[in-house]
């Protein structure tokens, strides 16, 4: 349970942050749809290289999701089918993030999110347990809110370093409900907005100077 005091301890551990330089937002429907299966527990390079590749090479033929689909529809559901729709699609071997691709694309068709306009509203009108937890395997509270905070929803994603920075301030381990609530009201106590926060914790982990205090 999260009280006064660690809302406290986290706010002021967070004080001292640069802003944020940049922007994650993301509007492009297919692009978020391979973020989704790629931004999770894989180096950073590597996500920018995969989407610099479907950027250069893919990018005309796969607008919509009937695009995509046609695209799975090249390839069997199993491991060969799916290393070489990686390939195809990001230029590397990561084919169960392909698979989990094909899984997220179901699913959002199912329930009629089939374009930018549609999952964004969807990000802002669901919550991870009851309208996405369990939906593709593998897929987790940290990978639901990186989706729907680059939709707008004013959150934070539950990752190492956030998870790091908080339990250190605060002096014990969290759950992801109770990173993401301590978090969120740390940045509300400095003013800020809780995505700009999650952004700030980021880029300084990115850059080697994310700060973990010492209760």
Do not use: C
């Amino acid at each position: 349970m999260i009280d006064e005091n660690d809302i406290e301890r986290v706010a002021v551990a967070a004080r001292d942050l640069p802003p944020a330089e940049g922007t994650y937002l993301e509007t492009d429907y297919i692009k978020n749809l391979l973020e989704t299966v790629l931004d999770y527990m894989m180096q950073t390079p590597v996500v920018v290289r995969s989407l610099e590749y479907f950027h250069a090479n893919r990018w005309d033929e796969i607008r919509t999701v009937d695009d995509l689909e046609r695209t799975f529809e090249r390839f069997p559901d199993d491991k060969d089918g799916n290393v070489a729709l990686a390939f195809h699609l990001w230029g590397n071997r990561h084919w169960t993030r392909a698979h989990q691709l094909r899984d997220l694309a179901r699913f959002f068709r199912s329930i009629g999110v089939v374009d930018a306009e549609t999952l964004k509203s969807w990000a802002h009108d669901s919550n991870f347990r009851n309208d996405f937890e369990g939906r593709v395997k593998g897929l987790g509270p940290a990978v639901y809110q990186w989706l729907v905070m680059r939709q707008g929803v004013d959150t934070v994603k539950p990752d190492v370093h956030v998870h790091r920075f908080a339990a250190a301030a605060v002096g014990r381990t969290l759950s992801d409900d109770d990173v993401v609530e301590v978090v969120v009201k740390a940045a509300a106590r400095l003013g800020v907005p809780a995505h700009e926060l999650d952004w700030q914790l980021w880029e300084a982990a990115r850059g080697g100077a994310l700060p973990y205090p010492t209760n």
